[in-house]
């Protein structure tokens, strides 16, 4: 899997900059971070983790959990036995009080049963934000790498409004290029999302 490096060289190349002479490698970076974000909440990674509950205790601390880097809770099982989960799944309602704060909604809670939380967390890259390992397939690395030159382009059409370019039409010929970069990103990340959708039968199904 490519790491940052790897992936800003690839964009670069789209982008027919290779020696960064029109984008340095800083803003190349940021435009992979933007179809990166992007691309993790159509196709996120799916987690799961298991808390004990206490007698009587209806909030509880997600961070706690080890539910970490959520960007939306999927569903909630409750009472569930991790080693015999229940068919079919005690789905319960539940709700967040606050970002960090899992608050069941049901008549009861007894010390000792199992609460299961399963969550959708965004991907990484290896040498982004700290990330020590990329998460990406090969397919998503490709398209992360397509949205971010369109990214960036749109970024350079608003840099040369005002400058002296070698035509007028600059501006506007980054800005439909970046535009279409974008269009079909977005096309091929919605194709990709429905792709994942009909292979599950259901989010949870699956999960580690």
Not at 3 to 24: E, G, M, Q, R
Request: aromatic share 8%; charged share 20%; net charge negative.
């Amino acid at each position: 899997m490519a790491n940052l490096d790897a992936i800003v060289a690839h964009v670069a190349a789209d982008l027919k900059d290779a020696a960064h002479a029109t984008w340095s490698p800083e803003e190349l970076e940021r435009a992979v971070r933007w179809a990166l974000d992007e691309l993790s909440w159509a196709v996120p990674r799916r987690a799961s983790a298991t808390l004990e509950a206490r007698e009587g205790v209806r909030e509880y601390d997600l961070t706690a959990a080890g539910v970490e880097q959520a960007l939306f809770i999927t569903e909630v099982w409750h009472p569930c036995s991790p080693g015999a989960p229940e068919y079919p799944p005690p789905s319960v309602p539940w709700r967040l009080l606050d970002e960090g704060t899992l608050f069941l909604d049901v008549e009861a809670v007894h010390a000792g049963e199992g609460i299961r939380i399963f969550y959708a967390r965004p991907h990484t890259i290896e040498g982004l934000a700290g990330a020590l390992a990329t998460t990406l397939t090969g397919e998503q690395e490709e398209l992360v790498a397509l949205g971010a030159a369109g990214h960036a382009a749109l970024q350079r059409a608003q840099q040369a409004i005002g400058q002296i370019n070698v035509t007028g039409q600059a501006p506007r010929l980054w800005c439909d290029w970046g535009e279409a970069r974008l269009c079909q990103f977005r096309t091929r990340l919605n194709q990709l999302a429905r792709r994942e959708m009909q292979w599950r039968e259901g989010w949870t199904a699956g999960w580690n």
